[in-house]
């Protein structure tokens, strides 16, 4: 490697004489082997850009050398980013004319690309390069032009991309080759021989041991780089060194050297210190807002490189104690044992002043000696006033919320540095916050006129949560605007005052945030200007709007037959979408997503109607509208303060739940009662909404039915549900449908009435001769056969009579009405059946006592009398009757 680096010991003399030698030798290619001491520690060369307050164009290496034409070559850099442009141009080449012979660049973090660009536009290739700002890289690239392969080597992790090649007209048949003779630049993008450089694409970052090999380096000689152990045995053709042999310095770049062993040491982390004093239980608090945790050694080389860095604060950090900043570990008591304060483990490493810690076995924490105790850890109460000094697993990012769209301020912000001996924003692009000694104060490297100030009146607060800036310079149209400075991630909420929760714990009911800023503006909608809650939602497309009904029937209060009615308790449901709305916070349960005010909204009115169109009693027992999350949210916005995730009223439903009492009329046909069917209508519409703008449909099932279905007299079978159109408006009918429960009329009409009309047909079977009254000692229990025939016809009158006064009266004859009457008509026959038979007895009575025979007892059925002849007729007409009418009446009623 040709470093450059300056030979002061005897050491370093032969190192740099002995690499002289091999840079002569490596002319022919000729490998060589390394030796160096364990002990040595190299320096290699080092660039910085931009290194003026502001950034500018003049900022770059220009090439001194003769550049060869190339058909291979591998390029390697250290490189540190410190700030991103739109481009980040690490090398920029321009030959015979032609733009973009050699470039390559990265573009945004977010992007993860590196584009390298060859060969007149001939070459162009995306490969996957995810930037760390403030560490350091190490970067390989071997291309082989001929082969059509590039090797990208970054950190150790190999990546193979096969060339991708443009055609380009005329061109076709020629080799691929970058052409010499040309310029080459590093930082700045060559758009022609003369420059033609841009602000935008600018490269602020540090680099060191940058060097391009016109041959492709072995994957040994790679990762000798990556470890910082360049012993690569080539010549380069373009190197970085202080003599600027190949590279010269240009504006505002600076050329040193760097020790190796700073670029490759490993980190341990990314430790800051926060220059107020609080106890230990506020500095965990302070570090675990920011995604860190306070430190803890591991070891001794560790516990010094934080004591050094922190020192210089060591005046303002001091407790009584004469410690100045906490450790990440706490004492059991009990066991007189140090554990790691986030999860009990005990320590690995630990440098406590023995004999102190042992005096002081009842404090619980530690903290650091100052200047008169270096490195040395003592044990004191949590309790104690220090700083904060935490650890991270790189820079903190945090991202500022509420900047307007074309805002040229940066949205994210690293804690990388100190400046005033407070921790300095330092924005991603070109905005730094920095504490002025009074306030906190916004600039930019690249807009001389863009500042903003912080209002505050406690110097102790920091630039983070909600606060109000005044700005000037940006092309935001508001000069005073509050702005969400936060360190949370995507799935956190960030409270006023900076720390962080969860996002499920936004507007749970429950305070998670400090300042109770996670249950305040909670409603699930967000109602935006200009909106009308007296206009309906527009069409989306040409389609109507479609208005989901659904209605859920509690119980149904009331069936009365006497009046015609109906009462029931339901909960009827419209959904519809409202594409001028967006949401927030929505759950899955839809019930959670209420609004809050829905008088803000626009919702629909809709009218209710019975089976004849006569409007029905509604009486609303409570009204709600709710939201029911249907879509993912929509990419996080983050020109608006608030991290609610966001949903749009155009993939995401609106209900309206009204439970209600209604009360309508139901035309009951009782021609078959009690064995009858009924049924009865809701119509539910929306007026003044024709069909070409909203029509109303069926929303799953349309009706669903939760009540007791068993009601005292009848039984609800069947909802319908369907949609029909009326002229140009479309209306939802329900059918409910009814049997009734005609049990109670069996055992107690139908069954008992039978029985009385067989026991008038029973006295048929009665002796012909008892018809008068007789004495009751000498027919003990035998009936009169009238008497028991009138007594059942009066018995079924009054049940006729009582049975009609409890159901519902009619201008026609229901089913029982024709029972009753049937059986009276029956009965009836039979009186006037036995009348007739006991006249005809008379009759034969008279003739008996001239003709008959003294002594004749028995006669055949030919020579009976007349009226045994008629009794024994009518024991056969009327069951045959009895039974003809019972089928009938049986055969309809199960054909109901």
Not at 628 to 641: G, L, R, S
Request: hydrophobic residues 40%.
């Amino acid at each position: 490697m040709f470093a450059g680096s300056p030979c002061v010991f005897g050491v370093l003399l032969l190192a740099c004489v002995f690499q002289s030698t091999v840079a002569q030798e490596s002319s022919a290619a000729k490998p060589m082997v390394w030796k160096w001491s364990k002990a040595t520690k190299i320096e290699v060369s080092h660039v910085k850009f931009q290194t003026g307050d502001f950034d500018t164009i003049d900022s770059y290496l220009d090439n001194e050398a003769e550049f060869p034409d190339l058909t291979q070559f591998t390029l390697c850099v250290h490189i540190k980013y410190l700030h991103v442009a739109e481009n980040n141009t690490l090398l920029s080449y321009y030959a015979d004319g032609r733009d973009n012979e050699l470039t390559i660049f990265t573009n945004s973090l977010d992007a993860e690309t590196l584009q390298l660009f060859c060969c007149g536009n001939r070459v162009r290739n995306y490969m996957h390069y995810p930037i760390r700002l403030y560490t350091w890289e190490h970067l390989c690239i071997s291309v082989n032009l001929r082969k059509k392969l590039i090797t990208l080597v970054l950190n150790n992790d190999v990546k193979e991309y096969e060339v991708h090649e443009i055609e380009v007209q005329g061109q076709e048949t020629e080799p691929l080759i970058v052409r010499g003779g040309g310029r080459l630049v590093l930082g700045q993008d060559l758009d022609s021989e003369d420059g033609g450089f841009s602000i935008e694409q600018v490269l602020s970052c540090e680099i060191a041991d940058f060097a391009i090999y016109n041959t492709i380096l072995t994957m040994d000689e790679i990762r000798s780089f990556m470890a910082c152990r360049n012993r690569i045995p080539y010549e380069p053709i373009i190197y970085v060194d202080q003599a600027m042999t190949t590279l010269r310095a240009v504006g505002e770049t600076e050329i040193t050297t760097i020790l190796e062993e700073k670029i490759c040491a490993k980190s341990s982390g990314y430790n800051l210190l926060f220059p107020e004093r609080v106890g230990f239980t506020e500095s965990v608090s302070w570090c675990e807002m920011l995604k860190g945790t306070l430190v803890l050694p591991a070891n001794k080389k560790e516990n010094e490189e934080i004591y050094d860095k922190f020192f210089p604060f060591r005046d303002v950090c001091t407790d009584s104690w004469r410690t100045f900043y906490y450790f990440g570990t706490t004492r059991n008591v009990t066991t007189d044992k140090w554990f790691n304060y986030r999860d009990g483990s005990p320590i690995l490493w630990e440098n406590f002043d023995v004999q102190w810690n042992m005096m002081s076995s009842d404090y619980e924490c530690a903290g650091v000696g100052n200047h008169l105790f270096m490195y040395t850890w003592f044990a004191i109460p949590c309790a104690s006033s220090m700083c904060s000094a935490c650890n991270f697993t790189a820079a903190p990012k945090l991202r500022i919320r509420g900047l307007c769209e074309t805002s040229i301020l940066d949205r994210s912000y690293y804690l990388n540095d100190y400046y005033n001996r407070r921790p300095l924003f330092d924005g991603e692009t070109h905005s730094r916050i920095q504490w002025s000694n009074r306030s906190w104060e916004l600039t930019s490297r690249r807009h001389r006129d863009l500042s903003a100030q912080m209002i505050t009146k406690n110097p102790k607060l920091y630039p983070l949560g909600l606060q109000t800036w005044i700005i000037s310079g940006d092309k935001c149209t508001q000069d005073t605007i509050e702005l969400l400075m936060t360190p949370c991630g995507s799935d956190e909420y960030t409270c006023s005052t900076g720390s962080c929760i969860r996002k499920t714990s936004r507007c749970d009911l429950a305070i998670d945030c400090p300042d109770q800023s996670d249950e305040l503006n909670c409603d699930v909608v967000n109602v935006p200007s200009g909106y009308s809650s007296a206009l309906p939602p527009p069409k989306i497309t040409e389609d109507p709007l479609d208005f989901r009904f659904s209605l859920r029937i509690i119980t149904i209060r009331e069936f009365n037959l006497v009046s015609f009615t109906l009462v029931v308790d339901a909960v009827i449901s419209i959904k519809w979408r409202d594409s001028r709305l967006t949401f927030r916070n929505l759950r899955g349960n839809y019930q959670v997503n209420k609004v809050r005010d829905m008088n803000q909204l626009w919702t629909p009115k809709f009218l209710v109607r019975d089976g004849s169109r006569s409007a029905a009693d509604l009486q609303v027992r409570s009204e709600a509208v709710y939201v029911v999350k249907e879509d993912a949210p929509v990419p996080d916005d983050i020109t608006i303060i608030s991290e609610d995730d966001r949903y749009s009223g155009t993939n995401n439903t609106l209900v309206l739940e009204t439970e209600s009492t209604m009360e309508f009329t139901c035309q009951f046909q009782l021609q078959m009662y009690p064995v009858d069917r009924q049924r009865c209508y809701l119509l539910f519409t929306i007026p003044g909404f024709s069909k070409d703008f909203g029509v109303l449909v069926k929303d799953g099932e349309g009706v669903i039915f939760e009540g007791t279905r068993r009601l005292l007299e009848y039984e609800m079978v069947k909802e319908v549900v369907a949609v029909e159109e009326e002229g140009k408006n479309t209306y939802v009918k329900i059918r409910l449908d009814f049997k009734n429960l005609y049990g109670y009329y069996i055992g107690n009409t139908f069954v008992p009435s039978l029985f009385l009309v067989v026991i008038v047909y029973l006295t048929f079977y009665f002796d012909t001769d008892d018809f008068e009254v007789r004495s009751l000692t000498r027919f003990y229990g035998q009936q009169n056969r009238i008497m028991v025939s009138l007594m059942s016809l009066l018995v079924l009158a009054t049940f006729f009579t009582e049975t009609s006064a409890s159901i519902p009266r009619t201008s026609y004859l229901k089913l029982i009405d024709a029972w009753y009457v049937a059986l009276i008509c029956q009965n009836f026959m039979v009186i006037v059946s036995l009348v007739v038979v006991e006249n005809l007895r008379l009759r034969d009575k008279a003739f008996a006592t001239k003709v008959t025979p003294v002594g004749v007892k028995n006669l055949g059925i030919g020579k009976q009398p007349l009226h045994l002849k008629a009794n024994f007729l009518l024991k056969f007409v009327f069951p045959t009757i009895l039974i003809v009418n019972l089928v009938a009446f049986f055969s309809f009623w199960t054909n109901i």
